[in-house]
């Protein structure tokens, strides 16, 4: 089971999303405006379908530790 938040660039989550589909497959989230969608890696939840308290949980007692990756623009060599 993949688990995505909705969360804005201090790390407090907004919503919380799982999706679960054989290998391959994906999907596309559109975060709100302020808003960025991450991955949450290492989570406890298994199973075909988390419940919506296990979910409301996460988003209520938790949020984003990793701080957002800036980047920059770099000129391609040829």
């Known amino acids: 089971m993949r688990l995505f938040a909705n ?4 790390g407090n989550i907004h919503s919380v999303t799982w999706f679960n589909a054989p290998e391959g497959v994906s999907i596309m ?3 709100g405006p302020g808003e960025v969608v991450s991955e949450i890696e ?4 298994t ?11 996460i ?3 938790y949020k ?7 980047r920059t ?3 391609k060599k040829r």
Do not use: F, Q, W, Y
Not at 7 to 10: A, L
Not at 47 to 57: I, V
Not at 64 to 70: D, S, T, V
């Open 42 to 45: 290492g989570h406890k939840l």
């Open 29 to 31: 989230l559109m975060p």
């Open 64 to 70: 984003i530790a990793e701080p957002l990756a800036r």
């Open 59 to 61: 988003a209520k007692n």
């Open 73 to 75: 623009l770099t000129k």
């Open 47 to 57: 199973g075909a379908a988390p419940s919506e308290k296990a979910l409301r949980d």
């Open 7 to 10: 969360h804005d660039v201090d």
